[in-house]
């Protein structure tokens, strides 16, 4: 079984997102959207679209997304067997929380590391 095939999202807390998010857009010219991130849409060498993208995020320092890790950041990796890869994590001893979330935009599932920060798993739909 594959286990991480990729870098689905990179998600973190800002003291002041919307500043923090207009520097980013000004000074590194990254397209900011009002949801606060961005999506970097995957391409081959010759620049044709792939079919995935990568999602970049700015939020509030005081959101509970990150929960229960105290962690200004959560990565998100893709995967290819959601269920399969928590139920291997669960039998090494990894701290898995229970929830599994099931959505338009794919199923999550989160670990926690070692450190204490708070992985994200991400199984995308199909065709993405």
């Not at 962690?71 to 893709?78: D, E, G, L």
């Amino acid at each position: 079984m594959k286990r991480v095939t990729g870098i689905g999202g990179i998600f973190f807390k800002a003291k002041d997102a919307p500043a923090l998010q207009a520097w980013y857009k000004r000074h590194l010219g990254i397209d900011v959207q009002e949801w606060g991130g961005t999506a970097f849409n995957w391409a081959d060498s010759e620049g044709n679209a792939t079919g995935g993208s990568t999602i970049w995020l700015i939020g509030s320092n005081d959101g509970e997304q990150f929960a229960p890790s105290q962690a200004s950041f959560m990565i998100n990796y893709r995967v290819d067997d959601l269920y399969a890869l928590v139920e291997a994590l669960k039998q090494e001893g990894c701290n898995v929380l229970e929830k599994i979330d099931d959505s338009e935009f794919g199923m999550f599932a989160w670990v926690i590391d070692p450190e204490g920060n708070k992985v994200e798993l991400w199984q995308p739909p199909e065709g993405q």
